[in-house]
């Protein structure tokens, strides 16, 4: 995922959740997917602090916003929750995409929301979303239900190398490392396919896989990345391949695998077999 589009509507760096659904965000979810208007209204604060497209938005429109991409019934909806963070005040953030389908028109809109709870409940208090864009088709294999805790909190990403390369050394294998965050759906993506049926077996019996958390913002761990020589001015998920010692065996540098919609299974597959021992 290309980093200009990302900092657009992504907020600060949370704490991340565990992997259990907020029941909030789910139910969000849910009204969008059925397109209620009456219930998405419901879930919003009437004094929310709202942008859409970069413009000033009021909760009313965005709840019909939302509830609209149903279109009547026709449109076929996707809902992803990326990202599940618990913020230092308490409130939730999180990260949401929806693809739309309708005919031959394939769309997706993502933003971001933080969530508050009030004396009524919990409801959005602020919120940040894109325009609707052009969603090109993807061959590789893409999550149903992404896992929020992909990427760990950025200041845990050293042990996490640290236990990688034991781990590496232990089962004499390499060691991949993935630089990107939980709001990068490429870097779902990409997890999704190491861990598919086409592809785990291959990973699990030549490489460890860890993920570092470069951070909402672009900031986090960009030491680590220079360490190893990774380039993340070109987008994420940026990739590293490691001896278990550290040495460098390879270190991406032109956004080789930035876009999962640039790349198949043949890609991954001709990577995994070049890196592995």
């Not at 200041?155 to 990068?184: D, P, Q, S, T």
């Not at 913002?217 to 220079?226: F, G, H, L, P, Q």
């Not at 990774?230 to 010692?245: I, M, N, R, T, Y």
Request: some cysteine; hydrophobic content about 45%; proline content about 6%.
């Amino acid at each position: 995922m290309n980093k200009s589009l990302v900092t657009a509507i992504l907020l600060a760096p949370a704490l991340v959740l565990a992997q259990k659904p907020f029941a909030p965000v789910e139910s969000w979810k849910a009204a969008v997917l059925s397109g209620d208007a009456a219930s998405l209204g419901k879930l919003y604060s009437p004094q929310a602090q709202i942008k859409a497209a970069g413009k000033p938005s009021t909760a009313e429109d965005e709840a019909k916003f939302w509830a609209g991409l149903k279109a009547g019934g026709s449109a076929q909806l996707t809902a992803r929750i990326l990202e599940a963070n618990k913020l230092p005040n308490g409130e939730i953030g999180t990260y949401v995409r929806i693809s739309v389908v309708s005919g031959d028109s394939h769309v997706m809109v993502a933003g971001r929301q933080t969530w508050a709870h009030l004396p009524d409940g919990w409801k959005i208090v602020a919120a940040t979303r894109g325009a609707l864009v052009q969603e090109q088709p993807r061959v590789l294999p893409q999550p149903a239900t992404p896992n929020v805790s992909l990427y760990a909190e950025p200041r845990e990403a050293e042990a996490e190398l640290k236990a990688g390369l034991a781990k590496a050394a232990k089962e004499h294998k390499r060691l991949i490392l993935v630089f990107g965050g939980n709001w990068c759906y490429d870097c779902h993506v990409l997890d999704t396919t190491f861990r598919s049926k086409e592809f785990a077996p291959l990973v699990e019996a030549n490489y460890v896989v860890v993920h570092i958390n470069i951070g909402d913002d672009v900031k986090d761990n960009v030491d680590i990345a220079a360490r190893y020589g990774v380039a993340l001015d070109k987008g994420v998920p940026s990739l590293g391949v490691l001896e278990p010692d550290g040495t460098v065996v390879y270190a991406q540098k032109n956004g080789e695998f930035e876009s999962t919609v640039k790349i198949g299974p043949q890609d991954v597959r001709a990577f995994l077999e070049k890196w592995k021992r």
